[in-house]
């Protein structure tokens, strides 16, 4: 076979599953009033700096109730607990710190 | 993304500057492209608090806007559209390549990330025919689902998909089955982690011996065909099987891992080893041909012999020299695994595991201040899970036991040109039957 000779060859490519967009939830017209979840996904500290958060919201947006929540494991397991909790009893939620 | 999609809560997430595209290509990946995503600098780890206190009251370093400008607009700035609706999105893979020239086809795989730089063999129908020769499953058989970590989309693979990756590599149809057998794993040889983790795939078995695997001297570096070229096509298969291994976006490893070339893939050598085979203990026949995979691989330590004064205390600080998030696998060389009889009278290998689980301590204050294990171990802890439930409960001095058991292992391998040995920090994965791919 020569190197200029057009030749035919397999993709190495894997099946990817289809992508179904998924809605976000509807946004808050104001913070003022509700209860803002920090949720800690125990990785890396994350817990130093979402308290420093905390301290941000109760400094510069009294009107805002924030609860500090380490999710129940580590990052890897789903935690329908914390999400049930947070539906119940918040209005929105930060979730960090990935990386 | 499970909050904001399943339980309709509006939510920010936060991540480091150094994760921009792979957090947003996790968040296309699972349909939520529009996900409201703020970033920090890189590292937050060991930052005080005051540093962190600095990045909450600074800028996003992507956009130069303030984070918390950012966080409050992610809750209340309504939805443009964008993010409402239900879309489907095709991502179907072409059998085939669009013909050219082997130079140009040369430069078409390695551009697109299909390679691992190294001259690959191109899968033409022919060879790739030739492969699926070798074994009795249809092309078009599902084989598994692989994906590079936990939160992106598992992709699907036929056993024509696992042959073309395997003809690159370079390997005989011979060596098929044992591909198939370490595809059919689902567990990647390109995993993700910032940790920079390799595989590593132990064969076991009579198909060692009819595809001439080399289990002796120099059984885990370059000087065999089938070694070598299974090693390179579990890598192959993996990275373009699960989607793609693309630093930054498929792969976050900081340093990356050398053992990522061949995935340290060597036969036991069960002819010269005292013990009962690793399959063996796994719950297989010592006539079924199996492959066992690995992963972790990034730890390693090695000395030479079984000191007779002080070959506990030896092991001990070997022991203690490697991450306890990890377990250790005993690599042995023949002369080193009959040493260990010799000298502490290990007859069978689950005796000199017992010994291992035993030896292996720590103070409890020192193994719960690592940080993968506040990462990884200290969470399940605390929500009642043992045996790490009861380590959290023991003295700052305590010497408590840095491994489970069960997570530690023991191979033999090697030519007897000396009694080396060394400790690889891995986690064993699953064992799966060659002959089943026959």
Redesign the interface.
Known sequence: MSTSEKITVLNPMGFAPKVVKKPLAPRLSTLDGKTVYLVDCRFDDSDVFLKQMQAWFAEHMPGVRTVFKPISSVYLKDDPTTWDEIKARGHAAIVGVGH | ????????????????D??DRV?RSVA?????????QVF?P??????S?RE??A???GKDPLTGRPV?QE??EG?????DGQ???????????????E?????N?HRL?MESR?TDYLPIV????ER?AAMLAATRRKPDEVVGR?RPT?FR??????V??VA??AV?AGARPEYFPVILALAATGVSARGST?SSMAAMAVVNGPIRLEIKMNAGTGALAPYNHANATIGRAYG?LSQ?????SVPGVTYMGSMGNNYAYNSITFPENEERSPWEPFHVQQGFRPTDSTVSVFSGCRSTAYTLGIREKHWREHVRNMLRGMDPHIPPVFVLDPITARQFIDRGGFTKKDALIDWIYETARMPASEFWDY?LVQ??L???AT?G?EPWASKLRAAPDEMIQMYRREDIHVVVVGGETNGYWRIMGASYAKTVSVDDWR
Do not use: C
Not at chain 2, 28 to 36: P, Q, S, T
Not at chain 2, 42 to 47: E, I, L, R, T
Not at chain 2, 240 to 244: E, R, T
């Open positions: 993304m499970t909050i904001e999609a399943q339980y309709g809560v509006p939510t920010v997430a936060m991540h480091t150094k994760f957090a296309a990946v699972n349909g939520m492209a529009e996900l409201r920090v890189q590292p937050v780890m060991g930052k608090p962190l206190r990045y909450v009251d918390m966080v409050i809750l209340t700035t309504p939805l993010g409402v609706g239900t879309i489907e999105y095709d991502r179907s893979t072409p059998r085939l390549v013909a050219d020239s082997e130079e086809l795989f299909w191109l899968p033409t129908e790739v692989m936990h989309e598992a992709w699907e693979y036929t024509e998909k073309v990756n690159m910032t192959l373009n099987l699960q989607g793609g940080q990462n990884y200290y969470p399940r929500f899970e």
